[in-house]
């Protein structure tokens, strides 16, 4: 099946910094999400990119498809931001979705003030 | 409008109990999927439903099963429950077809097996 790299690992900013987490995927995709999990544990929609750019507030997103990558941008980053933040794949499989999402295992976001 | 809603928040069983969890998707939703969410496995897809019929299943074993019902809520049941299964199972909704602009997950369902 897709397989879903993320990195770095884990990450650790001062408050106010930058950060770009990156998301390779093996294959060809028809959605690729970025979400945030809450310490409740809830999975937070951040980005539906396929392709192309997307920006909402202090986030940002891109997604080469051609080459397999995305990147999640966090400018000014803040104490609320921490959490993991995961990347989801759905691949495409003869133009049509597969319905499942290949989850990476995630980029642990720590925000100190 | 509503979100995904995740019946109950937290649950605790017995190995060899069965148990059933609950999700009404986002209004006009007419697909739910359910995952799996350990610290070992990470998220794990299990089954994808669209009105009523089962399109993809993950890689797990027949104790755990779902369906869907004509309004789109879904359940997903795991009979002779194993210390195993103890992890958050989340649910998520979305169009299913033309549309489609991405999954919305609920807020999860924490069971723990004893």
């Known amino acids: 099946g897709i397989q879903v790299e993320q990195s770095p690992p884990d990450l650790i900013l001062q408050e106010g910094a930058n950060s770009t987490l990156r998301c390779n995927f093996s294959d060809s995709v028809n959605n690729l999400q970025w979400f945030h999990q809450n310490p409740w544990g809830q999975l937070i929609n951040l980005f539906y990119i396929p392709s192309g750019t997307k920006q909402n507030g202090r986030l940002s997103a891109t997604t080469v498809a051609t080459e397999r990558y995305s990147l999640l941008y966090i400018s000014s980053s803040q104490t609320t931001d921490s959490g993991v933040y995961f990347c989801a794949v759905e691949p495409a499989y003869s133009g049509a979705g597969s319905y499942q999402l290949t989850f990476g295992k995630g980029t642990k976001l720590s925000v100190i003030p | 409008k509503a979100g995904v809603t995740q019946t109950p928040r937290y649950l605790i069983k017995t190995r060899g109990q069965q148990v059933t969890l609950s999700c009404s998707p986002i209004s006009g939703h007419r697909s739910v999927s359910w995952y799996q969410q350990t610290p070992g496995q990470g998220l794990q897809f299990l089954f994808e439903y669209f009105s009523e019929t089962q399109r993809n299943k993950g890689n797990f074993p027949g104790r755990f099963s779902g369906r869907q019902f004509s309004n789109s809520r879904s359940e997903m049941n795991v009979s002779t429950l194993e210390l195993g299964d103890s992890a958050l199972y989340l649910c998520?909704?979305?169009?299913?077809?033309?549309?489609?602009?991405?999954?919305?997950f609920g807020s999860g369902t924490r069971l723990t097996v004893v």
């Open positions: 998520a909704s979305s169009l299913g077809d033309r549309g489609f602009s991405g999954y919305t």
